[in-house]
């Protein structure tokens, strides 16, 4: 029995959904968001200001996608209400972010400079100025972590130094380096 599925997701102020055939449509004050489901194996209904998911049998594939859904669905009423943000820091020496217009340069200990194009509907800030942190949000969960996970890809954190780009949150486990004869 899914705990996740069965859920009962309430509505935020502001925001309005709307389920036509196999596709629900969450519209709020920072953007809009679309979701195709599974109409033959799960059942959306808006009733006032809940959304519950239900399935239609007790496949295995139903029962995943019947949870799968309804985090979906609550991801959405979160990002057009609120928004998602992704932090990231970057550490050694010479590595820094740069932004310039809608190009994010990252310099991290290449012998060139690594370029990325935003993409539309997502944010990056860099907080007071510091060219070491990043701060990357939207509307769309999806869209932000894959762009932080492709920032973070270009150097990964390595676990003796310490060196990379990591995400804020993240706890790099550090090992004893060599040890002198």
């Given at each position: 029995m899914?705990?996740?599925?069965?859920?009962?997701?309430?509505?935020?102020?502001?925001?309005?959904v709307n389920v036509e055939g196999n596709k629900i449509t969450t519209k709020g004050p920072k953007g809009t968001l679309e979701f195709n489901f599974r109409k033959d194996s799960v059942d959306v209904k808006v009733e006032g200001t809940e959304i519950s998911v239900s399935r239609k049998?007790?496949?295995?594939?139903t029962k995943q996608l019947h949870g799968t859904t309804n985090s979906v669905i609550n991801n959405m009423l979160i990002g057009?209400?609120?928004?998602f943000k992704r932090e990231?820091?970057?550490?050694?020496?010479?590595?820094?972010f740069q932004l310039s217009g809608n190009k994010l340069?990252?310099?991290?200990?290449?012998?060139?400079?690594?370029?990325?194009?935003?993409?539309?509907g997502i944010k990056v800030e860099m907080p007071d100025k510091s060219?070491?942190?990043l701060v990357i949000s939207g509307y769309d969960k999806q869209a932000v972590s894959e762009f932080a996970s492709n920032?973070?890809?270009?150097?990964?954190?390595?676990?003796?130094?310490?060196?990379?780009?990591?995400?804020k949150e993240e706890h790099i486990r550090r090992k004893e380096g060599k040890k002198a004869a």
């Open positions: 899914s705990r996740i599925g069965n859920r009962i997701l309430t509505i935020p102020a502001g925001v309005e049998n007790d496949l295995k594939e057009v209400s609120e928004g990231l820091e970057i550490n050694g020496v010479g590595y820094r340069s990252v310099f991290a200990g290449y012998s060139h400079q690594v370029d990325l194009q935003i993409p539309a060219t070491t942190e920032v973070r890809k270009i150097r990964k954190p390595e676990p003796y130094k310490g060196k990379g780009i990591k995400f």
